[in-house]
């Protein structure tokens, strides 16, 4: 038996993890991946690798998951975050 395979025979498969956009789990535009390691190497996952597309989708996916009104000015926002102790 390979290091690669359970003791029930079965050869190990990495889990692809998709995105989440929009409350839902698309594949990534490209359906390129990368593999995640622990620390000792050992493979865990595989990532999708998002692209640009993916991007601008997630990013209109967000903004409309929020009222469109008016708000504290970014500025505004920024300070507050800054202010706050660590």
Same mark, same amino acid.
């Given at each position: ?35 995640? #390691? &622990? ?14 597309? &993916?991007? #601008? &989708? ?29």
């Amino acid at each position: 038996m390979t290091s690669e395979q359970h003791e029930t025979g079965r050869v190990a498969v990495a889990k692809t993890c998709k995105l989440y956009v929009g409350g839902k789990f698309p594949r990534s535009e490209s359906g390129r991946v990368y593999p995640v #390691r &622990d620390a000792a190497g050992a493979p865990l996952a595989n990532v999708a690798h998002a692209s640009r597309k &993916d991007l #601008r &989708d997630a990013v209109a996916a967000a903004r409309g998951a929020f009222p469109a009104g008016p708000g504290p000015p970014p500025t505004t926002a920024g300070r507050c975050c800054s202010a706050s102790p660590r």
